[in-house]
């Protein structure tokens, strides 16, 4: 058995293994043996079916069994051994000629693969990329102070509602006359939100009101949906479909929300026991926090236009039939004008795979285990903060952390994204690099 490498051009190859039925004549003769002890044939006692049958039965099945397993460990074992680059993986060729099994004492398979081009990544300060940096004004430390007082704040009683209101109220059940149902539904200390009411009619009953009001009104009008009114009334489901709508409402009380106050425990909610004593440091903070926000957003920017940089100054060619045809045969159901439409942002993505995956070999960029887990953290730190828990113990964190990194995917995907993000620092670093100020508005037109 061999496998010789025939070059078609720069990017293409074929790979040619040739087997004798010589070669796989053992494994075959053992795999009809076992298949003589466990078949199952009509006339023939278990395991004592002849051998001859067996090959007629059987025969060019194992025969392709055993060749399919010799061909895939020889082209393993070449590629390894030869060390080649190769996009993708190895396909049948189109030209392969049909095999006859039961014939046949050579067999000859051709495989097509592509090759990775050769090239070179020049980092000199010749080359410049933008960074963009954001102007924190007035404005925006005032709109960030307001989000966090509306995250921290609270319910406090008032005498009259609005339609921001929140009513605590008795539900008592009525019937067309307006008079209350002996063994009807009735239900205490119930929250109400005005704005959550649908009906604009209903809504306005409850707009304006105070304390110990009455209000007739349908349940059902006001909140279409069964399960918002079972979770109301504290019932079953089930219960709501034929139950009479119409309740009386007796308001108890009347909260309006109310921002946090600018106060250490305000500021303890927001950054943590003690981490800010005073509004300078938190407005500090607060400038802090907008900078670190920008500057993920401008990393990523720069990200952007580094790819675009030196997959346009690159030009990679890359051998495009060979990636259509394997495109298709590892996502079977993809049509022919899906492919044409995401074909060219495949070719764009695999350039700067290619690009980065080689800047990284050569300068040994990688990313450890801590790395990784710390990146974890960090991610994670950023999904409970869009939840309003900017304060997350550690302990919490590492043990969060580690189950997300159990799951190969998701610590796959996050490897890379830290291996690009080393990779576009360490050309940042390689190449001149400008700061530009631009306002938030400007800053946002880039991703239009």
Same mark, same amino acid.
């Given at each position: 058995?061999?496998?010789?490498?025939?070059?078609?051009d720069e990017?293409?190859?074929?790979?040619v293994?040739?087997?004798?039925?010589?070669?796989?004549?053992?494994?075959?003769?053992?795999?009809?043996?076992d298949y003589?002890?466990k078949?199952n044939?009509?006339g023939?006692r278990?395991?004592?079916?002849?051998?001859g049958?067996?090959?007629?039965?059987y025969?060019n099945?194992?025969?392709?069994?055993?060749?399919?397993?010799?061909?895939?460990?020889?082209?393993s074992e070449?590629?390894a051994?030869?060390e080649?680059?190769?996009?993708?993986?190895?396909?049948?060729s189109?030209?392969?000629?049909?095999?006859?099994?039961?014939?046949?004492?050579?067999?000859?398979?051709?495989?097509d693969?592509a090759?990775?081009p050769? @090239?070179?990544?020049?980092?000199?300060k010749?080359?410049k990329?933008?960074?963009?940096?954001i102007?924190?004004?007035?404005?925006?430390?005032?709109?960030?102070?307001?989000?966090?007082?509306?995250? @921290?704040?609270?319910?406090?009683?008032?005498?009259?509602s609005?339609?921001?209101?929140?009513?605590k109220?008795?539900?008592?059940?009525?019937?067309e006359k307006a008079?209350?149902i002996?063994?009807?539904v009735?239900?205490e200390?119930?929250?109400?939100?005005v704005?959550?009411?649908?009906?604009?009619?209903i809504?306005?009953?409850?707009?304006?009101?105070?304390?110990d009001?009455?209000?007739?009104?349908?349940?059902?009008?006001?909140?279409?949906?069964d399960?918002?009114i079972?979770?109301?009334l504290k019932?079953?489901?089930?219960?709501?479909?034929?139950m009479?709508?119409?309740f009386?409402?007796?308001?108890?009380e009347?909260?309006e929300?109310?921002?946090?106050?600018?106060?250490?425990? @305000?500021?303890?909610?927001c950054?943590?026991?003690?981490?800010?004593?005073?509004?300078?440091?938190?407005?500090?903070r607060?400038?802090?926090?907008?900078?670190?926000?920008?500057e993920?957003e401008s990393?990523?920017k720069?990200?952007?236009d580094?790819?675009?940089?030196?997959?346009?100054?690159?030009?990679?060619?890359?051998?495009?039939e060979?990636l259509?045809?394997?495109?298709?045969?590892?996502?079977?159901?993809?049509?022919?004008e899906?492919?044409d439409?995401?074909?060219?942002?495949?070719?764009t993505?695999?350039?700067?795979?290619?690009?980065?995956?080689?800047?990284?070999?050569e300068n040994?960029?990688?990313?450890?285990?801590?790395?990784?887990?710390?990146?974890?953290?960090?991610?994670?730190?950023?999904?409970?903060?869009?939840?309003?828990?900017?304060?997350?113990?550690?302990?919490?964190?590492d043990?969060?952390?580690?189950?997300?990194?159990?799951?190969?995917?998701?610590?796959?995907?996050?490897?890379?994204?830290?291996?690009?993000?080393?990779?576009?620092d @360490?050309i940042?670093?390689a190449?001149?690099?400008?700061?530009?100020?631009?306002?938030i508005d400007?800053?946002?037109?880039f991703?239009?």
């Amino acid at each position: 058995m061999e496998v010789v490498k025939n070059q078609i051009d720069e990017l293409n190859a074929n790979l040619v293994v040739s087997v004798a039925k010589q070669d796989i004549s053992e494994n075959v003769e053992k795999t009809i043996k076992d298949y003589k002890r466990k078949a199952n044939v009509a006339g023939f006692r278990p395991g004592h079916v002849p051998v001859g049958l067996i090959r007629k039965m059987y025969g060019n099945e194992i025969i392709a069994e055993e060749l399919n397993k010799v061909v895939s460990n020889a082209l393993s074992e070449f590629l390894a051994k030869e060390e080649l680059n190769i996009l993708g993986e190895p396909l049948p060729s189109e030209k392969q000629q049909q095999v006859d099994f039961g014939t046949q004492e050579q067999f000859e398979f051709v495989f097509d693969i592509a090759l990775s081009p050769e @090239f070179e990544v020049k980092l000199t300060k010749h080359d410049k990329i933008n960074k963009y940096v954001i102007k924190v004004d007035d404005e925006m430390i005032s709109k960030y102070v307001e989000s966090y007082q509306q995250r @921290f704040g609270s319910f406090q009683e008032t005498e009259k509602s609005d339609e921001e209101s929140m009513l605590k109220v008795n539900l008592v059940q009525i019937d067309e006359k307006a008079e209350e149902i002996e063994d009807g539904v009735k239900v205490e200390d119930v929250s109400i939100s005005v704005k959550m009411i649908k009906d604009e009619e209903i809504k306005k009953q409850f707009i304006g009101i105070t304390k110990d009001t009455y209000i007739d009104f349908d349940l059902k009008k006001a909140y279409p949906n069964d399960a918002e009114i079972s979770s109301l009334l504290k019932i079953e489901k089930n219960q709501v479909e034929g139950m009479l709508p119409l309740f009386r409402a007796q308001v108890v009380e009347v909260k309006e929300f109310a921002k946090a106050e600018l106060n250490q425990d @305000f500021y303890n909610q927001c950054f943590g026991d003690n981490a800010v004593t005073n509004e300078e440091e938190f407005n500090k903070r607060i400038v802090e926090d907008i900078r670190a926000s920008f500057e993920r957003e401008s990393k990523y920017k720069m990200s952007i236009d580094v790819r675009e940089k030196y997959t346009n100054k690159l030009n990679l060619k890359l051998p495009e039939e060979f990636l259509k045809r394997w495109i298709k045969a590892t996502n079977r159901d993809i049509t022919n004008e899906e492919l044409d439409a995401e074909f060219p942002q495949f070719l764009t993505g695999l350039q700067w795979t290619l690009i980065k995956t080689k800047i990284a070999k050569e300068n040994e960029i990688n990313v450890g285990e801590e790395e990784l887990k710390s990146a974890a953290k960090q991610q994670l730190l950023a999904q409970f903060s869009q939840y309003g828990m900017s304060y997350v113990p550690d302990e919490y964190l590492d043990k969060y952390a580690e189950e997300m990194l159990s799951k190969k995917e998701e610590a796959n995907k996050l490897y890379e994204q830290e291996i690009e993000e080393k990779v576009v620092d @360490f050309i940042a670093e390689a190449i001149k690099t400008e700061e530009k100020e631009v306002t938030i508005d400007e800053f946002n037109e880039f991703f239009k």
